[in-house]
Each structure stands twice: as structure tokens, then as C-alpha cells.
């Protein structure tokens, strides 16, 4: 089994319900593929280091899954790609499995307003 951790950038002008909708279809999609969602957090809005599609903040969602399928991150960044709405994305192998966080964590938590 093979353990990958994906960091995911939504647009910021995106309210709680349509992130949860990415969100949910991020997690569809990492299992429409065989892959199993270990862990989903919502690291909020947040400013760029550069802008993206003339954006300077975005939302940062984390996600660990785990997989057989070796083409799976493949499929999964090209479908982020052609997402509407998801600004960048990166995959990283992890050496081993990630160590389980408590249930409170895993929910989607609201992104905090940043004046």
C-alpha cells in the first residue's frame, strides 16, 4: 500500500458550501479511483506567495489517502487541473502510513476571515 498526501488550493472568493462541494468531490474522486481518504483538513484561507489566476489568497485544503494504484496521483492532478475552482495542486509520497488523528479533526472545519 502506498501512502500520498495532496495540498490543494481553492479559489478564496468561494463560500463554505461551494469549498465543501470541492471538497466532497475531491474525495469522490480519490475514491471513484480506488484510493481510501485517511485524513481531510481544511488549513483555510491564506495569502499566496505569488499570485494564481490574479488571485492573492486561497483556500488550503489538506488531504492523505493511501492506494495500490500507482497512476492514481496522475489522474488525480490532471482531474484537478481541469477543475474549476481549484487553483494549484501538489502530491507527495509518504514514507509510511500517517498517524490517525482524532475524529474532531477529520470534519471540514469553516476558514477564518483573514482582515
Not at 502506498?2 to 481553492?10: A, D, M, P
Not at 461551494?18 to 481510501?36: D, F, W, Y
Request: net charge negative; aromatic share 10%; glycine share 4%.
Amino acid at each position: 500500500m502506498r501512502y500520498y498526501e495532496n495540498l490543494f488550493i481553492v479559489n478564496p472568493n468561494y463560500e463554505h458550501d461551494k469549498l465543501s462541494q470541492i471538497v466532497e468531490a475531491v474525495n469522490a474522486e480519490i475514491t471513484r479511483l480506488n484510493g481510501i481518504v485517511l485524513y481531510l483538513e481544511d488549513w483555510g484561507k491564506r495569502r499566496l506567495a505569488y499570485p494564481i489566476e490574479k488571485h492573492r489568497y486561497g483556500n488550503y485544503i489538506l488531504v492523505q489517502y493511501e492506494t495500490e494504484n500507482s497512476k492514481l496521483n496522475n489522474e488525480i492532478e490532471a482531474w484537478m487541473g481541469l477543475t474549476a475552482g481549484i487553483l494549484s495542486c501538489i502530491t507527495v509520497q509518504l514514507e509510511e502510513k500517517p498517524a490517525p488523528k482524532p475524529e474532531s479533526e477529520i470534519a471540514l472545519k469553516p476558514a477564518e476571515e483573514i482582515i
